[in-house]
Each structure stands twice: as structure tokens, then as C-alpha cells.
């Protein structure tokens, strides 16, 4: 017997019906989706409209569709490892450092605002974190911020390219820094930067 889709998808009207399988392989594909990005907006309003069925959806191949309240983030996170993301030490790393810049400037701001910081504050704490024997070249910095806009962390302000060489060019942290390592206390991000500095490279990959 063929399986009948829209006896799951009944409750959306069948003019919509047909941007579930678009939308639910963007979730997959890109793991956030914002409502207050442009490019997201209309997406992130028809999986809140319709959040059962894109849950139910989901979870039948083994992923689970979160959602922060507090940021308005859709995430996708696999329950299994095949289909998880893995980081190298030094992407790793970067993510700990955007995470952390994110806690310290979240603090001085209203709630409806994402944090801001220069690519010098971002390469300072980077030395900071990892000692100064491993800072990185400028090609690596690019690559890796780049690799981290385009999974939504960061983005450049006023639709600039992230060039590394201006200390004073600005980005924006992202809420998903938060999902995407959810670190709850200054004392777990302690307890993650030792067990870098006592493994080195035996921390090389992380998953998300």
C-alpha cells in the first residue's frame, strides 16, 4: 500500500503542503532557523504554526526539533551520530571563545539585542584561551569564521565580508553560540579549557 503523506500533513492547508519536504531538509541542512533573520522569517513562522507535525516529522528518522524561547531559534539535533557535525580542535576552540564573549557582553545589554564584538576581541581572547604558541595565520581565521557564519553563529554587520586583517571589523554573536555548546556556568567552561590544556590533541573533535 503507498504511503499517503497527506494523511500526517492534514492539518496544513494542500497549497502549503508542499514546502514541508523544502523546509524540514533546510532544518536539516543548516540545524538553526531565526526568526528574526530575514532570509528565516517566514520559515521559522510555518514550522511554529504547524511545530507538531515538523516534530512528529522529524523524529520518525531520529532527530529531535527544539526550540529557545528566549532567542526564537528552531534547532535540529540528531539522536544519533551519523549525522552530527564534528569540529576540528581549532574550530572547537573558536566556538569556546565565542561562546565565552558572548556571556561577557550579554550582560550589558537589553534583552532584545545579540552582542557585538571586533575581530580583535575575537583573535585577543583566542590567544588568551590557547596561549600565544597557537595563534593562527590569517587564512586560518578566515576559513574558520567563515565555516562558523555559515552554520549562523556569527554574521558580519552592515553585510561586510569578515576580513580578518581589521581589527576593529565587527561581528554579530548569534544565540545559537548558546545551543551550541550549552555550557551553563563560568565552572564548566573552566573544566572545558583544562581538559583541552591537559589533552591537547586528544580533544581535536567535538560534535554538535
Do not use: C
Amino acid at each position: 500500500m503507498p504511503f499517503d503523506s497527506s494523511l500526517i500533513l492534514n492539518d496544513i492547508p494542500e497549497k502549503s503542503r508542499r514546502e514541508v519536504p523544502r523546509i524540514v531538509n533546510r532544518l536539516l541542512g543548516q540545524t538553526f532557523l531565526y526568526q528574526d533573520a530575514d532570509s528565516d522569517k517566514d520559515d521559522y513562522y510555518f514550522v511554529h504554526r504547524y511545530r507538531s507535525i515538523f516534530e512528529g516529522l522529524l523524529e520518525l528518522v531520529g532527530f529531535n526539533l527544539l526550540h529557545d524561547d528566549y532567542h526564537r531559534i528552531f534547532q535540529v539535533v540528531s539522536e544519533y551520530g551519523y549525522s552530527r557535525a564534528r569540529f576540528k580542535l581549532d574550530e572547537s576552540l573558536m566556538i569556546v571563545v565565542l561562546r565565552k564573549l558572548y556571556e561577557e557582553k550579554i550582560e550589558h545589554l537589553s534583552l532584545a539585542n545579540d552582542p557585538v564584538v571586533t575581530i580583535g576581541e575575537v583573535r585577543e581572547e583566542y590567544r588568551t584561551i590557547t596561549g600565544r604558541e597557537r595563534d593562527l595565520g590569517m587564512v586560518q581565521y578566515e576559513t574558520l569564521l567563515r565555516r562558523l557564519r555559515s552554520i549562523g553563529l556569527v554574521e558580519t554587520i552592515d553585510g561586510r565580508n569578515i576580513d580578518v586583517r581589521d581589527g576593529e571589523a565587527r561581528l554579530r554573536l548569534r544565540g545559537s553560540v548558546k545551543l551550541i555548546l550549552p555550557i551553563q556556568s563560568a565552572d564548566e567552561m573552566e573544566a572545558w579549557l583544562r581538559r583541552y590544556r591537559a589533552g591537547g590533541e586528544d580533544v581535536a573533535e567535538s560534535e554538535e
